[in-house]
């Protein structure tokens, strides 16, 4: 008994790393910008949303990690096989386009954090920028999975931040477990944010591309799963801790954020040096973590979708295409270098708005794909698992919708 069961963790320690990494890395500057505002603006009163978001973001992600494991194949390249050349087109295009602004603006979190900590943005992000080219482009896949894996940990500065803004926990717990609503237009369109934030489409792409550069297949799904929903609850935890720390000190002094950033700085009166320092902290892990992996979900879905090599294991010599990609965006994203006052904001609203358009194009290939036998054979979705999947694929779908019309018509609700 205690051998097999030391044999499972073992292989589970072996598999585990795609679904950890996808998860966490979501919690990008974008995300962290979300969170604090949520929190800033109305305190714990969102916090239920995060349990919904979960389970939406498990169902998805486990998806995509299965379509991996039984197939050998990438999302784009699937795309491709399965609806065509013309469709694989133009999902690429508007996940390159949505992809592009965000890593700009994950180079931005990286520059606004340094200098909360103290050091100058042109020192700091082409420092960020060449260490994550050298890891990604001349590291092994262990070693760039295990430097990711390390990153992670220091996520836990938030769940510290949260516990040094000393929270009233009764009012978290009613925050989490009993359902607020509010028809306040900003209200609202936060809630839509924080779904549109959780749950976007580079992470199928990225996910289905790492299980499958690991070489993980059929006999693996029991830990995939594990991987995946680990992610998942590890993501939400941490974004629950954000919400925590700004509606535990800025709320209840009626101070508002626009970005991380300034989340960071305005927690120093109430919570104290070290919880803003840790916070910063956070936001630069964050931003560094996302500012490697948003290139290189791009770069597999753009070569995978035309038939180019697209493998971290590879050389320049051997995938000239998927390394020149990757080092492309990374330049682009050092570019906020050179406007350091671009309006970052409608950068991000550009990026919601091109995800919320590609998200249910992504849902429905996927669900279609996942229930092909001909794609799945025995592993295609059950009939509870569908109605799960389809009834939450509407939910995200007409939240997306909501996500650009708030976007583009009622930029300052939130």
Not at 10 to 34: K, Q, R
Not at 312 to 340: K, Q
Request: proline letters at 3%; one cysteine or more.
């Amino acid at each position: 008994m205690r051998r097999a069961l030391f044999s499972r963790i073992a292989i589970f320690l072996a598999v585990v790393g795609p679904g950890i990494i996808t998860g966490n890395v979501d919690n990008d500057a974008g995300g962290i910008t979300t969170y604090s505002i949520a929190g800033a603006n109305y305190g714990y009163s969102m916090l239920w949303v995060l349990l919904l978001v979960t389970i939406a973001l498990v169902v998805v992600q486990e998806m995509s990690a299965r379509l991996g494991a039984v197939t050998g194949k990438g999302l784009a390249d699937l795309i491709r096989e399965r609806y065509g050349v013309k469709t694989a087109v133009f999902t690429i295009v508007l996940l390159v386009l949505a992809n592009l602004a965000t890593t700009i603006s994950e180079f931005a979190g990286v520059a606004a954090a340094s200098e909360i900590l103290g050091i100058s943005r042109y020192i700091a992000v082409p420092i960020v920028a060449l260490f994550v080219w050298a890891l990604v482009v001349r590291g092994s896949f262990k070693v760039v999975e295990r430097t990711m894996l390390v990153l992670v940990l220091l996520f836990g500065t938030y769940i510290i931040s949260g516990f040094m803004a000393r929270p009233v926990w009764s009012e978290v717990w009613r925050g989490l477990l009993v359902p607020s609503i509010s028809h306040d237009p900003g209200y609202i369109a936060l809630v839509i944010a924080l779904t549109g934030t959780t749950i976007t489409p580079w992470m199928q792409f990225y996910q289905q591309a790492l299980v499958v550069d690991k070489g993980l297949g059929q006999a693996d799904l029991p830990y995939i799963r594990a991987d995946t929903y680990l992610g998942a609850v590890m993501t939400d935890v941490m974004s629950f801790f954000m919400i925590v720390a700004c509606g535990a000190t800025l709320f209840p002094n009626g101070i508002r954020v626009e970005s991380a950033a300034e989340a960071a700085i305005a927690l120093r009166p109430f919570a104290g040096r070290y919880a803003s320092l840790l916070f910063a902290i956070g936001l630069f892990n964050a931003s560094t973590m996302a500012a490697s992996v948003l290139p290189l979900s791009t770069a597999h879905a753009v070569a995978e979708a035309f038939g180019f090599e697209s493998n971290i294991g590879t050389g320049f010599r051997d995938a000239p295409v998927f390394w020149g990609l990757y080092t492309f965006f990374l330049a682009v994203g050092t570019s906020i270098l050179i406007f350091p006052r671009a309006n970052l904001i409608k950068v991000m609203l550009f990026s919601q708005t091109v995800n919320g358009i590609l998200l249910p194009f992504i849902l429905i290939a996927m669900l279609r794909l996942v229930n092909d036998r001909r794609v799945m054979g025995r592993h295609t979705n059950g009939r509870v698992a569908n109605a799960i999947a389809w009834a939450q694929a509407i939910t995200l779908i007409v939240l997306t919708f909501m996500l650009i019309y708030q976007t583009l018509f009622h930029q300052s609700s939130i």
